[in-house]
C-alpha cells in the first residue's frame, strides 16, 4: 500500500511559475514509476509526465513539453512537477500517482493516487 499526498498547487498569473511535489508513505517509494496527470472541468483525466523508478527515464505529454520537468528524490519518496510558463489552459486539478509498470501514459496502469492538488491560472 502506498499513499500519496500533493501540495503545492494555488493561484497564478499567465506565464508564471509552480512547483508540485508529491510525497509518498512506505519504503518502497522507489519501486514505483511515478506520474502526473491532471483533470480540467468537465473533462477526462490526462497524463502529464512520468518519471521512471531511477528518474533515468521520463516522459511528457506533448502540450506541456518544454515547459514542465518532473523529478524525483528517493532519499525523500518525493516526486515533483516544476512548471514554468503556465497558460490557463493548464488549470486543473493535477494528481500524481504510482505504477509498477517500467514507464507509462496510460492512468489505469498505475494503482495508487493522491487527493489531488487545484492549480489555477489566471489570464
Known amino acids: 500500500q502506498v499513499q500519496l499526498v500533493e501540495s503545492g498547487g494555488g493561484l497564478v498569473q499567465n506565464g508564471g511559475s509552480l512547483r508540485l511535489s508529491c510525497v509518498a508513505s512506505?519504503?518502497?517509494?522507489?519501486?514505483?514509476?511515478m506520474g502526473w496527470f491532471r483533470q480540467a472541468p468537465g473533462k477526462e483525466r490526462e497524463f502529464v509526465a512520468t518519471?521512471?523508478?531511477?528518474?533515468?527515464?521520463?516522459r511528457y505529454a506533448d502540450s506541456v513539453k518544454g515547459r514542465f520537468t518532473v523529478s524525483r528524490d528517493n532519499a525523500k519518496n518525493t516526486v515533483y512537477l516544476q512548471m514554468n510558463s503556465l497558460k490557463p489552459e493548464d488549470t486543473a486539478v493535477y494528481y500524481c500517482?504510482?505504477?509498477?509498470?517500467?514507464?507509462?501514459?496510460?492512468?489505469?496502469?498505475?494503482?495508487?493516487w493522491g487527493q489531488g492538488t487545484q492549480v489555477t491560472v489566471s489570464s
Open positions: 518519471i521512471t523508478r531511477s528518474g533515468s527515464t521520463t
Open positions: 512506505g519504503r518502497t517509494f522507489s519501486s514505483y514509476t
Open positions: 500517482a504510482a505504477s509498477i509498470s517500467l514507464v507509462t501514459s496510460r492512468a489505469y496502469e498505475y494503482r495508487y
